[in-house]
């Protein structure tokens, strides 16, 4: 997306109090929902699989730290630094756009999901692609942001599940 694109979504945010509403609870309910289902996850496989929960638990962390790094190194500012516009609602964050941690997080739980219960894999990974879509829509990532750190997500928890099970870990 261009700054005229980025523009005309804030204009059109602007113009409709009740649609900018609407995406704010969206975005923030969005995360809200992954984070719980995946405490409320957590539980569950403590009570049911507690062989399965270092990994249900330890991979999504990694994903966190290596994404986290990773968005360090790269330092991309984010739409409204480059494009010289305030993001629909008030962030005051520099750089770090690439890839979305929001994004890569949900994705890394999703995936960890799988394992655990695979009709919750689905919800959590289209609350994934909600929050993607919510980033772009608040202005705060370029689509290659969100696409990115769903990607990276989704193959490093895969990945950390390989390792965890080559080291023996129970899947």
């Known amino acids: 997306m261009n700054a005229r694109r980025y523009r005309a979504l804030l204009a059109w945010f602007g113009a409709r109090p009740a649609a900018k509403a609407?995406?704010?609870?969206?975005s923030v309910g969005a995360v809200a929902a992954v984070y719980l289902l995946y405490a409320g996850l957590l539980g569950y496989t403590a009570l049911t699989r507690p062989a399965l929960l270092p990994a249900a638990a330890g991979v999504p962390a990694g994903v966190f730290?290596?994404?986290t790094a990773l968005r360090r190194l790269i330092d991309r500012p984010r739409p409204y630094e480059?494009?010289?516009f305030a993001p629909l609602f008030p962030k005051d964050t520099q750089g770090q756009s690439f890839p979305s941690r929001h994004c890569f997080s949900a994705a890394g739980i999703a995936v960890a999901a799988w394992y655990v219960s695979p009709p919750l894999a689905g919800v959590l990974a289209l609350l994934a692609l909600l929050i993607a879509l919510t980033?772009?829509?608040c202005c705060v990532h370029y689509i290659s942001d969100v696409a990115a750190?769903?990607?990276?997500?989704?193959?490093a928890a895969q990945v950390?599940?390989?390792l965890a099970?080559?080291?023996g870990l129970p899947l």
């Open 165 to 167: 099970s080559a080291l």
């Open 149 to 155: 750190g769903l990607a990276f997500g989704a193959a």
């Open 82 to 84: 480059a494009l010289d």
């Open 160 to 162: 950390g599940f390989l």
């Open 65 to 67: 730290v290596l994404g």
């Open 22 to 26: 609407a995406l704010r609870a969206l």
């Open 135 to 137: 980033r772009v829509l």
